[in-house]
């Protein structure tokens, strides 16, 4: 990586092999840096890589997330079995609109995720957290991304949600195929799980408009703003972004907290000592997204006419990617950007993205991260791996920090 026309492929083995070294490159060499995804074949994806430039894309309406709209046309290429889910997965999600219909649905769903209504249920998330230590604890050795990172939000979301306990399994099988997509799981499977839970949600929904519950799918089905209300389309839609915002994101947030800290003794050590300091386990968790969150690369935009930043230009209609994981390591916005430092303040970090588009459920994922890890500090003095930290690998999936597995040691 040393000359001006080197080609990144983000999630190429080489890439993949040290993504930290790639980004430093990027943003020392080619801040704006046109590239390759593994997984796109042979379509060009422009890389922005530095804080500010990030920061500036991430509200700046020349790029767009669905430029035109997201039609029809492009479910055309997809066979019948999956067209429901992705056409409710593109049409409908938030994530992929932009203003007027993105602040429309903003509007109507931002009350339920507000610090005061997330707090709310903050009692909840410790009671679950107690609840699985007692049941793994006595194990010694455990597998803490599946037996303790994972399933915190899952009950969660399965209780913020509504879903019966006869119908969890069914809606756990449906949160697993949505997060792991239809290229790693088949497109049988897939698609199977997917219309299942397409259809268990539609029925939670018929069920919760005939008698309101105290879950956020009542609050979502209820809320109102100058008497427009969402569809059944977009109720689904919310339901499948909860599931990849509040479950997927903080599970792998937790899983790469424990880690982040077993990796820094001294930092850990002061958050033991210091089991009732708000204040502190907050920053812990801010400087946990910046320095080791799971996502590190938002939802490509699209240039809508010709953007010309350090001397490059991205023409119009090209696939952009602020790099966020990059952008947190810049020095030229953060001292000492490589050191892990839980009293770093101020702490501006990318990791939940930056305006218009700025995560709904960063609260949540910040609540669940500092119960759950305050919790499993509080009771295992002696955490620790279980495994060489050099057999730890990551899932191969560009812009993601996902660990395979994490074993460790209780007690």
Request: hydrophobic share 40%; proline share 7%.
């Amino acid at each position: 990586m040393s000359t001006s026309d080197t080609m990144i492929t983000v999630g190429g083995p080489e890439f993949l092999a040290d993504p930290q070294a790639h980004y430093t490159w990027l943003r020392t060499n080619a801040p704006v840096h046109c590239g390759r995804m593994a997984y796109m074949g042979e379509q060009d994806v422009w890389l922005v890589s530095r804080y500010e430039d990030c920061r500036l894309m991430l509200a700046d309406d020349r790029f767009l997330r669905s430029p035109g709209g997201q039609g029809p046309a492009m479910l055309a290429g997809f066979p019948d079995s999956v067209r429901e889910p992705i056409r409710l997965m593109t049409t409908s999600n938030m994530i992929l609109m932009d203003d007027p219909g993105h602040r429309r649905l903003r509007k109507l769903v931002a009350q339920p995720f507000t610090p005061r209504a997330i707090e709310r249920i903050s009692g909840r998330v410790g009671e679950l957290s107690h609840g699985l230590l007692d049941e793994l604890e006595p194990l010694g050795r455990v597998e803490l991304r599946e037996r303790f990172a994972l399933p915190v939000p899952a009950t969660v979301i399965n209780e913020m949600v509504g879903v019966p306990h006869a119908d969890r399994e069914r809606f756990g099988r449906g949160m697993n195929a949505l997060v792991t997509g239809m290229a790693r799981l088949g497109q049988e499977s897939w698609a199977r799980e997917m219309n299942a839970l397409t259809e268990l949600v539609r029925e939670l929904i018929e069920h919760k408009r005939a008698e309101p519950g105290e879950d956020i799918l009542t609050g979502l089905i209820q809320a109102e703003e100058d008497g427009d209300r969402l569809s059944e389309d977009e109720l689904v839609a919310m339901v499948f972004l909860l599931v990849t915002a509040g479950y997927e994101t903080t599970y792998n947030l937790i899983t790469n907290a424990v880690l982040t800290l077993l990796d820094h003794p001294d930092q850990l050590a002061r958050l033991r000592a210091a089991p009732d300091d708000e204040a502190l386990w907050r920053r812990a968790v801010e400087e946990i997204v910046r320095y080791s969150g799971p996502i590190g690369g938002t939802k490509p935009s699209t240039t809508v006419e010709d953007v010309t930043w350090h001397d490059t230009t991205i023409p119009a209609g090209a696939t952009v990617i602020p790099v966020l994981a990059a952008a947190n390591r810049d020095p030229a916005a953060f001292d000492d950007p490589d050191t892990f430092d839980i009293d770093r303040h101020p702490n501006a970090h990318l990791g939940f993205g930056h305006g218009v588009h700025f995560c709904l459920g960063a609260n949540l994922a910040r609540m669940e991260t500092r119960v759950a890890l305050r919790e499993l500090v509080r009771r295992n003095p002696n955490l620790r791996l279980a495994t060489e930290r050099s057999e730890l690998a990551l899932e191969p999936m560009p812009f993601w920090t996902r660990y395979e597995e994490l074993p460790v040691h209780l007690g």
